[in-house]
């Protein structure tokens, strides 16, 4: 057929979806040690590679505790009684891997991976850094000055007010609204004040390890055993204050004086995904702003040209999980952009989502699981992640057949009761002179008064 035939013939009709395969359960093996320690080994060939995970619970309620754990976290790596930091960095490269720190308000996660036969000589790299780092006060010193550095470009972004803007409206003084330290807090951190938090939180009792690779998942938790039996700790976790309620209210308004952007954020309550209605909730959410044929997406993108790329998204922390919606627009179109995201949020929460959505988005969020734990690296972050929930290998098997299950009906439910304009409070960062005034003409605004 000639070119121009094909083209009058329309476009070839798109292959019926396939029924997804039921995922098979890996190799694995876990065990908790005396220390209180709790290790889950999981066997995946394909490179002769291991990867390692670390998450240690870091929640805690005291108001400088961002500063000092964030601080601790970049300077975890500087040295222990054995190695410098420079000694440290060789001796892992010297096994074919990488070892790195980060900390967020639920956890300290230690990532690394190395060579698939040097698995033991990484876990005793791991157990000195566990047992005796040094935080030398030089390195401290220039940990401070870094982060305060990081911390002035971030909190020079929109994007990043606008996300702690949110989260103080949706949590007030609970520590989840003070992820990212204040520059003051960490000016006066000192060495003494991160080797103390170190004794107090980075110890096993709680604590879950992951080790994904080719490797034998018995033979493995012998040398965990081994390498970790010394890691002690004496320190107790803090209580925590539960997270608070919150309404929905007027519009937050930030001024970013003469900003060409506004960046639009939305949180509301969301469900635990050991819930039995979250299947249809993440089913909704992809079906409103989470991947990119979303409707919000087709709205406030594709038709209007108000923005690069709307999300919306479920975030799960071990307190709650929320869900989240954020845009950047233009200044000029902040107010019809609010305007056509309520629109879309009425829309759903008020009329059934059709079968094909459900039956796209279904096969969407199969499809990404399925992605996401296809190499050793992303199954190894993704079952750490599920076990700092109370789940595991079990709820990543199953899920794929719970969301196989949703019905069109259930994810309408969903949607209607999380999407529900009424449920969400909303933040929106940028130039007041410009905004106010058309913002107020949809709805109450309140500047946010509060430092960034």
Do not use: C
């Not at 002769?48 to 964030?70: I, M, N, W, Y």
């Not at 040097?118 to 850094?129: E, F, G, R, S």
């Not at 960490?186 to 490797?215: C, F, K, M």
């Not at 635990?272 to 991947?291: C, E, I, M, T």
């Amino acid at each position: 057929m000639s070119p121009a035939k094909s083209r009058a013939a329309g476009p070839k009709p798109v292959p019926p979806l396939t029924s997804p395969s039921r995922p098979r359960k890996p190799t694995s093996s876990e065990r908790t040690l005396d220390n209180g320690l709790r290790v889950v080994v999981v066997r995946k060939r394909g490179v002769p590679l291991v990867e390692v995970r670390l998450r240690v619970p870091f929640l805690s309620a005291k108001p400088k505790h961002s500063a000092r754990a964030t601080v601790l976290s970049d300077t975890v790596l500087s040295g222990t009684d054995r190695y410098d930091r420079a000694g440290l960095a060789a001796a892992v490269q010297a096994l074919g891997g990488d070892l790195s720190a980060g900390v967020d308000a639920d956890r300290l996660l230690l990532s690394g991976n190395a060579i698939a036969t040097n698995l033991a000589p990484l876990l005793a790299i791991l157990a000195d850094v566990l047992t005796t780092a040094r935080y030398p006060a030089d390195e401290v010193t220039r940990g401070r000055a870094r982060l305060v550095e990081r911390l002035t470009i971030a909190r020079s972004r929109a994007g990043v007010v606008a996300a702690e803007s949110l989260a103080r409206r949706m949590y007030g003084e609970h520590p989840y609204a003070r992820e990212l330290p204040q520059v003051a807090d960490v000016s006066t951190v000192t060495r003494n004040q991160v080797v103390g938090l170190h004794a107090e939180l980075v110890r096993p009792a709680g604590a879950v390890l992951v080790i994904v690779g080719d490797v034998s998942p018995a033979r493995a938790l012998d040398v965990v055993a081994a390498s970790l039996a010394s890691w002690d700790g004496t320190g107790r976790a803090e209580r925590v204050p539960a997270l608070p309620l919150f309404e929905n209210g007027p519009v937050v308004l930030v001024d970013r004086p003469g900003s060409v952007q506004s960046s639009l954020r939305l949180g509301g309550v969301a469900l635990r995904r050991d819930a039995d209605a979250y299947p249809a909730l993440q089913l909704a959410n992809l079906v409103f702003g989470g991947y990119f044929s979303s409707r919000w997406n087709e709205n406030i993108r594709e038709d209007k040209g108000y923005t690069y790329g709307p999300h919306s998204r479920i975030e799960h922390n071990v307190l709650g999980s929320v869900l989240v919606l954020d845009a950047d627009v233009a200044t000029e179109v902040t107010a019809p952009a609010l305007l056509e995201t309520a629109y879309e949020l009425g829309k759903i929460s008020a009329l059934p989502v059709t079968d094909g959505e459900v039956d796209s988005v279904r096969q969407y969020a199969i499809g990404t699981l399925a992605l996401s734990t296809a190499t050793q690296a992303g199954l190894a972050t993704t079952l750490t992640s599920l076990l700092g929930s109370g789940l595991g290998l079990d709820w990543m098997i199953e899920h794929p057949r719970r969301l196989a299950k949703v019905t069109t009906a259930e994810v309408s439910a969903a949607a209607a009761e999380f999407f529900a304009p009424s449920r969400l409070v909303t933040v929106v960062v940028g130039d007041a002179a410009s905004v106010a005034t058309p913002l107020q003409a949809l709805t109450r605004v309140v500047p946010d008064g509060r430092p960034s």
